[in-house]
């Protein structure tokens, strides 16, 4: 440990994680970049996870558990900030890893540039080939973009790049914006969105440095709930907080809240037939929330090909499009 280096605190949320945690964290012990504390957040695991964090934190100096009740991965995350100690803060997904200098290379890249958040890219992986394969030391110098909020909002948030993990936050960040408790999706793209305002600088680099779980028990692999109407709100939230910057860019907005809108009713298409019926007032809430996006100047132009087709289709004729789209995916 150099003896100018900030403490790093890495708040790993997990939830029956017992499978998968502890590589998480071994990964986040073997960074090279020395001063960093880990603050787990077992948020009412039913398994063994509760067990194997005692374990790690008997074992390491620099973990700290904090266990909740199963109160979402938001309030977990938010505790997390709570009992940070460090100057710096990052999150990582429990299913996931780092590559060893992760932590490290976004050092360097926020200190260098004098910015208020440092990210990199991520690859995914499914098995330890892929992991192994991803993690392997990159020989390219990676290269670095600056964004001012409104750049970073227009050409990073609303183009995908809408994770809070693989970045690196100074702590003050926090005491403007922490992450909504009451969605179940997308609330890292909102949180996100409400910090810009209190932030100077962004850079980006697009060294490859976080290793993302492909897990097929994720929350986007699930079939359909009402929880997944979520998928709407937080894009109707992110909506408010974009005009509320730039009005111009509603369109840009809105062509992503149409997409958010549609992922839901193929959540609601795949469920069986009964399962189906009672999901009625879902269907009705999604056709009449694509009517309004629809009135949008210049949104449906920002869709592709594909999204275009599919919301004249659900627009027109909400369940022959839901009926369609089950034979597109080889169902009945």
């Excluded at 939230?237 to 910057?245: G, N, T």
């Excluded at 009705?284 to 004249?312: N, Q």
Aim: glycine share 8%.
């Amino acid at each position: 440990m150099k003896k100018d280096e900030p403490l790093i605190s890495v708040i790993v949320p997990v939830y029956n994680g017992q499978d998968y945690l502890e590589n998480c964290i071994q990964t986040i012990e073997g960074q090279t970049y020395g001063n960093h504390e880990i603050i787990i957040v077992n948020d009412g695991s039913t398994d063994k996870t509760g067990e194997v964090c005692d374990r790690l934190e008997g074992e390491h100096a620099n973990i700290r558990v904090l266990t909740l009740g199963d109160e979402g991965v938001s309030v977990a995350r938010n505790k997390g900030v709570g009992a940070a100690q460090g100057e710096l803060i990052t999150f990582v997904d429990a299913d996931d890893r780092l590559c060893p200098d992760m932590l490290q290379k976004l050092y360097d890249c926020l200190t260098d540039t004098e910015s208020d958040v440092a990210g990199c890219g991520f690859f995914p992986w499914s098995s330890e080939e892929d992991w192994l394969a991803g993690a392997s030391p990159k020989r390219d110098t990676p290269k670095v973009r600056i964004y001012d909020a409104h750049s970073y909002l227009k050409e990073a948030v609303l183009c995908g790049n809408s994770r809070c993990w693989s970045k690196l936050y100074r702590r003050e960040i926090f005491d403007k914006a922490l992450f909504p408790t009451t969605l179940t999706i997308g609330e890292d793209m909102l949180f996100l969105v409400r910090m810009l305002p209190y932030i100077d600088r962004i850079a980006e680099t697009d060294y490859r440095g976080y290793g993302y779980y492909q897990n097929p028990a994720g929350a986007i692999c699930r079939e359909f709930t009402p929880g997944y109407m979520d998928q709407i709100k937080c894009w109707q939230l992110a909506r408010e907080e974009v005009l509320r910057m730039d009005e111009s860019l509603d369109a840009q907005v809105t062509a992503l809240y149409m997409m958010g809108i549609m992922l839901t009713v193929g959540k609601i298409a795949m469920l069986p037939a009964a399962a189906r019926r009672g999901q009625k007032k879902y269907v009705v809430d999604c056709h009449e929330s694509l009517k309004r996006a629809m009135e949008v100047s210049g949104a449906r132009k920002r869709l592709s090909f594909g999204y275009r087709l599919k919301t004249m289709l659900f627009w027109a004729c909400p369940y022959l499009y839901m009926a369609l789209y089950r034979l597109q995916k080889g169902l009945h």
